[in-house]
């Protein structure tokens, strides 16, 4: 399962923070917020 995946399963679903899943996943926030935001981005289009 590539990362992308894998944090907005646990961002969308799980409803882990940005700060818990850049713990969990040992990766940098300024990967998972660009993740988050694209996630964001698709669901109002």
Known sequence: ???YEIIR???LIE???QSQI???MKIYR???AK???IQV???FH
Do not use: H, I
């Open 1 to 3: 399962m590539q990362d």
């Open 9 to 11: 399963r646990k961002f």
């Open 15 to 17: 409803k882990k923070s």
């Open 22 to 24: 850049t713990k969990k």
């Open 30 to 32: 300024n990967t998972v």
């Open 35 to 37: 993740y988050v935001n």
């Open 41 to 43: 981005a698709q669901l």
